[in-house]
């Protein structure tokens, strides 16, 4: 009889437990997220939103008080805006990603304007031979000073052309300075400047 | 020892890192400056022998517009040896390159021995020395070795200052002149005069004859003639008319047209056995052949599909491959000395022009800007291409290098020039 009694009271809760268990299931909050709400925030936007942002949200004091004021005003729409204000938050750890992208790419911009002016430069100076049928190219590496001197410099893959060859060396004797990388910070200089290639090409006059 | 540690610095942080790599692509569109320092003379020899030995050296290079010179006012000392030779002098003048030298005499006979050096400025290097005998009556021979030496030394080219052109003046309205001179138009030989037109020479590869074509019989006929003697030959091909003969390679026979009952074709003429072998056979008009460098091709104008086209033929198989399609008139082919690409004459819009195209690729390179270009002929190093052109009613000689920095006009002749021919090379 006794055994009886545990049994069925084992299976209520049991019962009681699983139910319970089911609906703590059920109140978890869901997540309203519509894939077609959702945006993608390029670095650039990120620079025009943060602009924006600090126009519109000067402080987070001013915020609270505006939102007070809202509430005060019972005006649902302003307390709309603000619940977006969290949001906007969450994505600090995204803004930072971007900003970052952005500094990588300023790096960037510097380095391909300092090698436009370098390619500029030797252009202007190196007599190429005439009449190259063939597809020639020949790789010249350089030694750089922090000041721009030129501290050495040597053809590490000349071409099968004598004069081809002997047109680079020309050319790379009438250079002493790249002034040019005198505005670089000295961490992109260390990195992509003090020691590069210039790679020599001939695609041939007749192309 | 620096360069040593400059190396493995190089190797080691190249393993490390990427290196970055600046591309150039494009030269500059300066010529090199080249300073022509007066020759030195030995004691008992002419001054003047120096310096027209430079000046005529100096001649020879500025030919072609390819080199800018330093003005003789404008140097700081004449060194004719090493020793007195300073890079400082001519670095500061924006110099490139500098030619000294030296003349001494060997006997009383007028035999001199002329030393000379040539040196790179940028690279504080002599490049070039050498010596040459010969004699006071040839400055101007020995002048030419010395500037096809340096020419080749700064450029990679062969120098070209001792060939020849052909080319055929029209100084009236009845006489027509086969005329070779000097590259640079000095030397000037009437090979033949005729009151009937004279078109088409071409050089034999020895460079002892050329064939051309003359109508003194009413009909275009070609002949052979020995420059050494003077004597003229005629092929004896069958056909009505006889034109446009191109010389082989070999030098063993001869790409021509021969029209039977008014159609021109291709053929080949051996000169040994003076026999005809047929190379195209078409309805359409089919003319200028020119030979491939090595002498398995020819190239040649046909208007078989409309308008006047260029062709190649493989003289063994016969295989036919068209070449241009871009434009209505496209004519007058002739390959490079490499034998990749072909220039010829590009009709567009009422403009004839000289143009340049790769075999293997579509694109065509106009080179000229005047608007009534014809007969072009290259370099046989490959670099420059003389044309014949139009002043009003005056034809002249133009040029251009393939770079296209330098484009210049060969001096006047008495009448108008047509048809130039360039020499081989003197073997």
């Known amino acids: 009889m006794m055994n009886k009694v545990l049994t069925s009271l084992n299976t209520f809760f049991f019962v009681i437990l699983s139910v319970s268990i089911i609906f703590s299931l059920f109140s978890i909050p869901k997540l309203d997220v519509e894939e077609t709400k959702s945006t993608r925030v390029n670095f650039y936007e990120v620079m025009q939103q943060e602009e924006k942002s600090l126009k519109t949200y000067p402080s987070n004091k001013k915020l609270k008080k505006e939102a007070n004021s809202t509430y005060e005003n019972n005006d649902k729409r302003e307390i709309d805006n603000i619940s977006k204000i969290p949001k906007f938050e969450i994505n600090k750890s995204h803004l930072k990603n971007e900003i970052s992208k952005i500094k990588l790419s300023r790096e960037r911009k510097d380095i391909l304007r300092v090698s436009t002016i370098i390619q500029n430069r030797i252009s202007s100076i190196w007599i190429k031979p005439n009449s190259l049928s063939d597809t020639l190219s020949a790789k010249v590496l350089i030694n750089l000073a922090p000041s721009g001197e030129i501290l050495n410099f040597i053809m590490t893959e000349p071409s099968t052309n004598k004069s081809f060859n002997d047109s680079i060396l020309s050319a790379m004797n009438k250079l002493s300075f790249f002034e040019e990388i005198l505005v670089l910070e000295r961490k992109l200089f260390e990195e992509n400047f003090r020691n590069f290639k210039l790679v020599f090409k001939s695609s041939g006059e007749i192309d | 020892m620096k360069k040593i540690f400059f190396i493995i610095g190089f190797l080691i942080s190249n393993n490390v890192f990427s290196i970055l790599e600046i591309e150039i692509l494009k030269g500059s569109d300066n010529l090199s400056k080249i300073a022509f320092v007066p020759f030195g003379v030995e004691e008992n020899i002419k001054e003047v022998y120096g310096s027209k030995i430079s000046k005529y050296i100096q001649e020879n290079l500025l030919l072609f517009g390819e080199f800018e010179n330093l003005d003789k006012a404008e140097m700081l000392s004449y060194p004719s040896s090493e020793e007195d030779f300073y890079y400082r002098d001519w670095k500061v003048l924006g110099v490139d390159y500098s030619i000294i030298g030296k003349v001494n005499s060997i006997n009383s006979f007028g035999s001199l021995s002329i030393s000379y050096s040539l040196f790179n400025i940028n690279r504080r290097i002599k490049i070039l020395e050498g010596e040459i005998v010969g004699n006071e009556d040839n400055l101007k021979g020995i002048s030419k070795i010395i500037s096809n030496r340096v020419y080749e030394e700064i450029t990679g080219l062969k120098g070209i200052f001792d060939t020849k052109l052909a080319y055929v003046i029209n100084s009236n309205s009845d006489t027509y002149q086969m005329c070779i001179s000097d590259i640079d138009g000095k030397n000037e030989q009437i090979l033949f005069t005729s009151s009937a037109p004279i078109m088409s020479p071409d050089w034999s590869p020895d460079r002892k004859k050329i064939a051309y074509v003359s109508f003194e019989n009413g009909l275009a006929e070609i002949f052979i003639q020995d420059l050494s003697s003077g004597k003229r030959e005629s092929i004896q091909a069958l056909g009505m008319t006889n034109s446009a003969p191109v010389w082989s390679p070999d030098g063993k026979s001869i790409a021509l047209v021969v029209s039977f009952s008014g159609n021109p074709d291709i053929f080949l003429y051996s000169i040994r056995k003076k026999r005809l072998i047929r190379l195209t056979d078409h309805y359409g008009i089919d003319t200028e052949p020119s030979w491939s460098p090595d002498s398995k091709k020819i190239i040649f104008t046909s208007d078989r599909s409309g308008s006047p086209q260029l062709y190649e033929i493989n003289t063994q198989s016969k295989r036919k491959k068209r070449l241009t399609r871009d434009g209505n008139y496209n004519a007058r082919g002739r390959y490079f000395p490499d034998g990749k690409s072909i220039f010829f004459v590009h009709g567009n819009n009422g403009r004839f ?64 020039v047509r048809e130039p021919a360039w020499s081989p090379l003197l073997n």
Do not use: C, M
Not at chain 2, 376 to 388: D, E, L, Q, R
């Open chain 2, 353 to 416: 022009q000289i143009a340049t195209k790769k075999i293997t690729s579509r694109y065509i390179e106009t080179l000229t800007s005047t608007s009534l270009d014809e007969s072009p002929t290259i370099s046989p190093n490959g670099n420059i291409i003389i044309y014949a052109t139009k002043n009003g009613s005056n034809g002249y000689l133009g040029g251009i290098t393939l770079d296209g920095k330098s484009r210049f006009s060969l001096p006047l002749k008495n009448g108008s």
